[in-house]
């Protein structure tokens, strides 16, 4: 079968459509390769020039797995078994020689786009495939029919689809599901975002430019204040006069919370703890997020010493939990001592001046308490901002941020402050994470944001523990209570959903958040757990997954055995609808002649009767009602006798 040239560009299509979103990933050769590909078989095709030679095209191909060989040093991975599947997709459009080839690279289009789905599961995403899906098939039905114009196979590729949907639901419903994907993925699949373990001057004021989702918070019940809404991640110790981590620490006690603080009312619900559900957003890191201080999760996850909730793998999928969070505590007020010494080291020979005004607290100030309201006093009274571009500082950080630019983000006061403690002799330790949310009350539920990243400090009192104390609040209290927009003067370098305010706009950005929620939640989301939970509410009892197989194989059959009645019995009504049309064409041409069918006269006796009038015509007439009976009541007619039928009819003339 000799290809077309309106095939060779559907199939052209096809090609660039399945890989033009991995254009952002691809190595920058092997888009300008895959283009010039692209473009050399669209002017063979125009031109109608031959095909490239084989040895050329195993030249290119060898070139082009050396290429990758260089560049990633494998040839395993996602990213270059990726790249390799699209450079050979595009190479096999220059051996185009017979269907053979086509229904290959139709194939390749359909596994192509599996692999978007490793970068994006967006509900964007899936209709792009869709929509190329439908491209696909559209010239697959070409590839079939050959002289359908575009029209009717764009009809018969949607109708094809739109079949498929019944099948889809039953095998997504019903099909056993596994932890984690359904194939292995090396190391390098994962992508990581979000916090980091460490922390220096810009870390989180870079990531505040992100409006990238990090969690979204269902509550059951009433939800905390903003300003009780800090979201506990890494926990940094050790600080080297720039960047502060978590460091090292031997084992130690486990941590303990102690009888709800005093002035917290009992009667509050916060008081006896809140219970929410997190669905966390992949990032590739092991720590867990929770509302301070979580003191129990619904999954297998180990709540450190510093009270961080960390799992034993990253989290490389979207995770969901319950937690539940005591927002009225004491933490540890029996901490060890090495803990506490922990929390005293500084760096020495830096930040002179720092240490300086912090000694004098110290001297002046006979309690911890009293030195910490005198920091945060500072803060308050020397004329700092808070500014998401602060100014460069140089070797001693803290010392050019409290006295020369006064100028900072969030990590910029945490930082500081949990030095001068240290340096007054007051044991402190810096809390990454974010603070507050976006509630989104279409789908009752918080939207927390990269763009909500947030440091803050935690001070170890005697008698009441670690105390969490936020110095960003003594600056800018609104970033607290108001969120990040409300915080920043200029607020035009932050993204433009976090300081969008037009109630059209927000209204269209919930409704489309809403959306992605229920996808991530009943699509992606849909893990064994909550499988076996919607098999249970719709009456299937001891879900085993032999039993979901077996009613997997039964639904398909049904839905397969209904389609095929159904598209028989179209095919019937089709052919005899269209034979009583072409026999009552049959009769107007008799009645024009005076030959008029009485209501109630059949086929075969009006037949009868028109051959007594007209003697002459009578074995077109007879082999016309033969051939039109056969098509209406026996069932046994052929798949020519309808064209057969028409052509007696339109030729017969009286």
């Known amino acids: 079968m000799k290809l077309d040239a309106t095939l060779i560009y559907g199939l052209l299509i096809c090609i660039l459509l399945v890989s033009a979103p991995h254009a952002d990933h691809l190595l920058l050769w092997v888009n300008a390769l895959c283009a010039t590909l692209l473009g050399w078989r669209a002017y063979l095709a125009y031109s109608g020039n031959p095909l490239p030679p084989y040895w050329l095209l195993l030249t290119i191909t060898l070139g082009s797995v050396g290429g990758l060989l260089i560049s990633f040093h494998t040839l395993f ?6 790249t390799l599947l699209i450079l050979l997709a595009t190479l096999k459009l220059l051996e185009l020689r017979a269907a053979r080839d086509a229904a290959v690279v139709i194939n390749l289009a359909c596994f192509i786009i599996i692999t978007n789905f490793f970068y994006s599961q967006s509900i964007p995403t899936a209709m792009f495939m869709l929509a190329t899906l439908l491209v696909i098939m559209t010239t697959w039905v070409h590839l079939q029919t050959g002289t359908l114009a575009l029209q009717p196979r764009l009809r018969i590729a949607a109708v094809l689809l739109l079949q498929a949907i019944p099948l889809m639901l039953v095998l997504f419903v019903l099909f056993p599901r596994v932890q984690g994907p359904l194939w292995g993925l090396p190391q390098d699949a994962y992508a990581s975002s979000g916090l980091d373990d460490k922390m220096s001057p810009g870390s989180l004021s870079k990531l505040s430019l992100s409006d990238a989702v990090a969690f979204r918070v ?6 905390p204040r903003r300003n009780q809404m800090y979201w506990r991640g890494p926990v940094l110790w050790s600080f080297d006069g720039r960047t502060w981590t978590p460091g090292r620490t031997a084992r130690v006690k486990p941590a303990h919370l102690d009888k709800l ?6 009667s509050d619900n916060n008081a006896i703890g809140i219970d929410y559900t997190v669905t966390l957003e992949p ?6 997020f929770a509302l301070e201080m979580p003191t129990h999760l619904s999954i297998p996850a180990e709540l450190t010493y510093d009270f961080q909730i960390q799992q034993k793998s990253a989290v490389t999928s979207r995770l969901r939990y319950t937690a539940h969070s005591q927002l009225s505590y004491r933490a540890n007020v029996e901490e060890e001592p090495r803990q506490l010494r922990r929390a005293l080291s500084i760096p020495p020979d ?3 001046r720092a240490r300086q005004l912090a000694a004098e607290w110290r001297t002046s100030l006979h309690s911890d308490e009293a030195v910490m309201r005198a920091a945060l006093n500072y803060f308050n009274r020397e004329g700092f901002q808070y500014t998401l571009e602060p100014p460069l500082l140089g070797l001693n950080t803290v010392d050019d941020f409290l006295f020369e630019t006064r100028k900072g983000f969030c990590e910029h006061y945490a930082s500081s402050f949990v030095f001068l403690m240290r340096a007054a002799g007051v044991p402190a330790r810096v809390v990454t994470g974010y603070q507050g949310g976006e509630f989104n009350d279409l789908g009752n539920y918080y939207i927390v944001r990269q763009s909500d990243a947030h440091a803050w400090a935690e001070v170890w009192l005697s008698e009441r523990g670690w105390v969490r ?9 609104a970033r607290v209570q108001n969120g990040l927009a409300a915080a920043i003067p200029d607020s035009a370098g932050l993204p433009f959903l976090a300081r969008t305010q037009l109630p059209w706009l927000r209204s269209l950005r919930f409704n489309l958040d809403a959306l992605t929620n229920q996808w991530n939640q009943w699509v992606l989301g849909y893990n064994p757990e909550r499988q076996f939970a919607f098999l249970t509410r719709m009456g299937m009892e001891a879900v085993t997954w032999q039993k979901m197989a077996l009613n997997m194989l039964a639904g398909v059959a049904l839905l397969v055995g209904l389609l095929a009645l159904l598209m028989l019995r179209r095919l019937y009504v089709r052919n005899t609808d269209v034979a009583q049309a072409l026999y009552l064409k049959f009769c107007r041409k008799l009645e024009k002649k005076g030959i008029v069918r009485a209501a109630h006269e059949g086929a075969q006796n009006f037949a009868a009767r028109a051959v007594l009038l007209k003697p002459q015509y009578a074995d077109a007439i007879n082999d016309i009602t033969a051939r039109y009976l056969a098509l209406r009541y026996s069932g046994q007619a ?11 009819i339109t030729t017969f003339k009286l």
Do not use: C, Y
Request: net charge negative; aromatic share 4%; glycine share 8%.
């Open 218 to 223: 269902m509550f059951n019940g009433k939800p």
């Open 283 to 288: 990032h590739n890191k092991t720590w867990l």
């Open 77 to 82: 991975g996602r990213e270059v078994g990726v």
């Open 469 to 477: 104390i936020d110095p960003t609040a003594a600056i800018a209290p």
């Open 638 to 648: 052929d798949s020519g006798a309808l064209p057969a039928l028409r052509h007696a």
């Open 261 to 266: 603080d005093d002035s917290i009312n009992a």
């Open 350 to 352: 830096l930040n002179p």
